[in-house]
């Protein structure tokens, strides 16, 4: 398996940058409802206008985001506040010739193609202000798509595919029905060897000097210009002269404990954004990381005096190629190198992207193994498995359905005073459980 991007909306940037090709109409990215880490793409564009975020496939050699990918799996964390109210509207477009992913008034996924016409629909009613983890494949050579959601197929479809892209697109791309909706999107990663298993996105940026320090000029020459969200342009820079050519700069980056990761670590994007620093003309230099000390180029390119981002994605460690671990992901630095060009040369920030499983703890579809609302003194014997998982005493938001760890309507609890018993999750050996006024919230 080989990822080709990684997207958490976490940099903040809605231009164009190493995250997304720009963000178009009704949609920004915000920090109050998201999947994972701290930030989401939210697209709320109201009756015919639209809303929607461009997001490039892959990277080529120099690290620019134009790379086309054949067979492609997708996979976004996706939930709504509204949804339209008659008809459906697109949530995303995928590979050329604009398979378009649609969801309907019912909560239901549909698939369409760019004439417009309905190929199929899916059985999957999505509740609303609920995430789901939805994965899209898009089969070149034998004309196919499959939709899942939450793991499960939801949609298989054939649609002539018309050749492959270099981006894709969440949100709503077009008016399709003039009705007005409010999506979420997060943590959107493109794999071309198989469907991503629902993950987070989390970001590291720079703390502190690397192995080398070679740009010296600039507003200053520590980590402190290059670690910006969202990157600040010419605010802050480190900067290469004409004679610090051959010469590199890299930065050691926060933790993984830092960020949060507890959990497998599936992909890591390393990149920077960087320009010429001469008023006019172009310069060369390559995004360079290092692993273990054992150092990685891309290859060079020309910059103008426009910021771009360079950025490469590593599904398996650059030093060795093992698999990824919290070790080798702190011993991480990301910076670049100096072309021997005799030309000035800047970068405004360095950052590296992991994509990592969804922790235990985070929330996944409906009733993801939470109790509602406890109030009041309750002691019993809670049993795993069997009738009679206890008694309480005073206990509100009590209900109905056996209560598991994760899935649809698994323990959803509506309103009970007095004592309950139930049916509680997988068998084993019993727990005493004690209950002292304390009130937990779903």
Known sequence: ????????????????????????????IQTTVKHGGARALRCNPTTTATGYADIPLSF?????????????????AFRYATKPASGSEEIGRFHTGGKQLRINSSGVLELW??????????????????????????HEAGDTQTIRVNGVTDISGTLLNTGPSSSFQLGKVANRNSQTVDFFFDDAVVDDAGYPPEGIVLLSVPIGAGEAAGWTNGTGSTFAEVDDVPND???????????????????????????????????????????SGSISGTS???????????????TAFEWGVSYVALAAV????????????????????????????????????????????????????????????????????????????GTFASLTGAATGAQSQNGTGAGSFASLVGSATGTQGAAGPSIPVVFHHRQRNQ
């Open 1 to 28: 398996m080989a990822y080709r991007n990684l997207v958490g909306f976490e940099l903040n940037d809605a231009s164009l940058s190493a995250e997304l090709g720009g963000v178009n109409g009704t949609a920004s």
């Open 60 to 76: 080529d050699a120099q690290g620019r985001g134009i790379a086309t990918v054949t067979d492609c799996y997708y996979g976004f």
């Open 113 to 138: 193609d760019n004439t417009p016409t309905l190929h199929a629909t899916g059985s999957a009613v999505l509740a609303v202000d609920t995430w789901y983890w939805i994965t899209v494949r898009i």
């Open 233 to 275: 342009g010419d605010t802050t820079y480190i900067q290469a002269s004409a004679t610090q050519d051959n010469l590199n700069s890299t930065f050691d980056m926060q933790t993984s404990s830092t960020i949060g990761i507890s959990t497998t670590i599936r992909a890591v994007k390393s990149t920077i954004f960087a320009r």
């Open 284 to 298: 060369a230099a390559r995004l360079r990381t290092l692993s273990g000390g054992v150092a990685r180029e891309l």
């Open 314 to 389: 590593d599904s398996t460690d650059p030093n060795g190629g093992g698999a990824w671990t919290t070790t080798k992901f702190d011993a991480l630095e990301v910076g670049a190198a100096a072309d021997a060009i005799a030309q000035v040369q800047r970068f405004t920030a360095a950052y590296l992207l992991a994509f990592c499983d969804v922790p235990v703890s985070a929330p996944s579809g409906t009733g993801a193994g939470t109790f509602g609302a406890l109030t009041g003194a309750a002691t019993g014997v809670m049993q795993p498995s069997g009738v009679g998982a």
